[in-house]
C-alpha cells in the first residue's frame, strides 16, 4: 500500500470554479502536510503547508487536514487559467526528515 | 540569488555508465535532497542530507550514492545506469523550516 494515494485526474474546470483536491494517507506519524504546484517541465514549488488538523487560508487557497480520516485538500477558489498546472500533496513526520509525495492531479482552468 | 541549480538539465546514458548528476544551493541551507519523479509514482526520496558530512537514505536508494562535503553542493552518483533509472531527477533545499523546500528545474536523464 502506498503512503499517500492521490487522484491524477486529470480535472478540467471552466474559469471561475472552485477546485477540489484531495489526497488520502495511512501513516498516522505524519504531522506535517504540503501542497506543491508543478507546471510542465518545471521543479514543484510549495503553495503552504499545515501542521496537524485543521484549516488554513492564504489568498484564494484553502489547505484542510482531517488526521482522524487520514485526508486532506487543498481547495482553490475563482480558479484561474495560470492555476492549470499539476497539484503535489506531500506530508512527512515531525522528524521533518523524510517526504512523501502523492502523484499529482493535474488540472486545467478552461478561459 | 540563483536557488537550487542542477546540471545537466538533459542527460543519455548506456546502461553500465556511470554519471554524477550535480546540484548547488546558494541560500546556506542545511537540508537538501534528490528525488526522482516518474509518471504515475509521484515524487520518491531518494536520498537526504541534514547537513555538511551527514547523508541518509531515502525510499529508494539503490543504485544511488551521495555525498555532502559542502554546504552548498550535493551531488548524486550512478554507479552503473539500468534504464530502471530513466526519470526527471529533481534537488530539492531548505533552511529552518524543512517543510518549505525548493525544488531545482530538474535533469532529465534516459538511459538506454
Known amino acids: 500500500q502506498k503512503e499517500v494515494e492521490q487522484d491524477p485526474g486529470p480535472l478540467s474546470v471552466p474559469e471561475g470554479a472552485i477546485v477540489s483536491l484531495n489526497c488520502t494517507y495511512s501513516n498516522s506519524a505524519f504531522q506535517y502536510f504540503m501542497w506543491y504546484r508543478q507546471y510542465s517541465r518545471k521543479g514543484p514549488e510549495l503553495l503552504m503547508y499545515?501542521?496537524?488538523?485543521g484549516n488554513k487560508e492564504d489568498g484564494r487557497f484553502t489547505a484542510q487536514v482531517d488526521k482522524s480520516s487520514k485526508y486532506i485538500s487543498l481547495f482553490i477558489r475563482d480558479s484561474q487559467p495560470s492555476d492549470s498546472a499539476t497539484y503535489l500533496c506531500?506530508?512527512?513526520?515531525?522528524?521533518?526528515?523524510?517526504?512523501?509525495f502523492g502523484t499529482g492531479t493535474s488540472l486545467t482552468v478552461i478561459p | 540569488n540563483a536557488g537550487v541549480t542542477q546540471t545537466p538539465k538533459f542527460q543519455v546514458l548506456k546502461t553500465g555508465q556511470s554519471m554524477t548528476l550535480q546540484c548547488a544551493q546558494d541560500?546556506?541551507?542545511?537540508?537538501m535532497s534528490w528525488y526522482r519523479q516518474d509518471p504515475g509514482m509521484g515524487l520518491r526520496l531518494i536520498h537526504y542530507?541534514?547537513?555538511?558530512?551527514?547523508?541518509d537514505q531515502g525510499e529508494v536508494p539503490n543504485g544511488y550514492n551521495v555525498s555532502r562535503s559542502t554546504t552548498e553542493d550535493f551531488p548524486l552518483r550512478l554507479l552503473s545506469a539500468a534504464p530502471s533509472q530513466t526519470s526527471v531527477y529533481f534537488c530539492?533545499?531548505?533552511?529552518?523550516?524543512?517543510?518549505?523546500?525548493?525544488f531545482g528545474p530538474g535533469t532529465r536523464l534516459t538511459v538506454t
Open positions: 542530507s541534514v547537513g555538511a558530512g551527514i547523508t
Open positions: 506531500a506530508m512527512t513526520s515531525n522528524t521533518g526528515n523524510q517526504f512523501y
Open positions: 541560500m546556506n541551507h542545511e537540508y
Open positions: 530539492a533545499s531548505s533552511q529552518s523550516n524543512p517543510y518549505e523546500q525548493y
Open positions: 499545515t501542521y496537524s488538523s
